[in-house]
């Protein structure tokens, strides 16, 4: 299931109510954050820091999933493409600034690792460019 983005802002003078403040603090914590961006700004409404909060579209975070040993569940070579997709998803994730999770979750390379394309040709792929 592909994560769906969504944004939210906040806008929060240093000399207004403590009520959006705990509303962003309650927010941020219900919430899976993918990106959290704060810029200060002086506009119409004040003197403040604008918030703009991206995250998941889950309301709720969802109680986690039990920890699955993929050591285990997969075979000696399958378990070491998906320790080499592991690490190919964290230099990914680490350049681009996002969480890992966002990228594939260890379930879906798991999937990946169990059912490999046989090659790039069978699958769409090509190193020519069409026009």
């Known amino acids: 299931m592909p994560l ?7 806008f929060i003078s240093p000399f207004g109510e ?6 962003l603090n309650k927010f941020l ?18 003197t403040g820091w604008l918030f703009l909060i991206e995250y998941c579209g889950e309301t709720k975070i969802q109680s986690p999933s039990p920890k699955v040993d993929y050591k285990e569940v ?5 378990f070491a493409l998906f320790d080499k997709l592991r ?6 994730g680490d350049r ?30 090509s190193s020519t460019a069409r026009t």
């Open 4 to 10: 769906l983005s969504q944004f939210r802002s906040f």
């Open 18 to 23: 403590e009520s959006v403040s705990d509303e």
């Open 29 to 46: 914590k219900s919430n899976r954050i993918i990106n959290v961006e704060k810029k200060l700004i002086d506009g119409e409404r004040g």
């Open 74 to 78: 997969l075979s000696a070579p399958e």
């Open 87 to 92: 690490k190919l998803r964290k230099d990914l």
């Open 96 to 125: 681009q600034g996002v969480p890992v999770y966002t990228i594939f979750t260890n379930e879906q390379l798991a999937a990946i690792a169990k059912h490999p394309p046989l090659s790039l040709a069978n699958h769409g792929s």
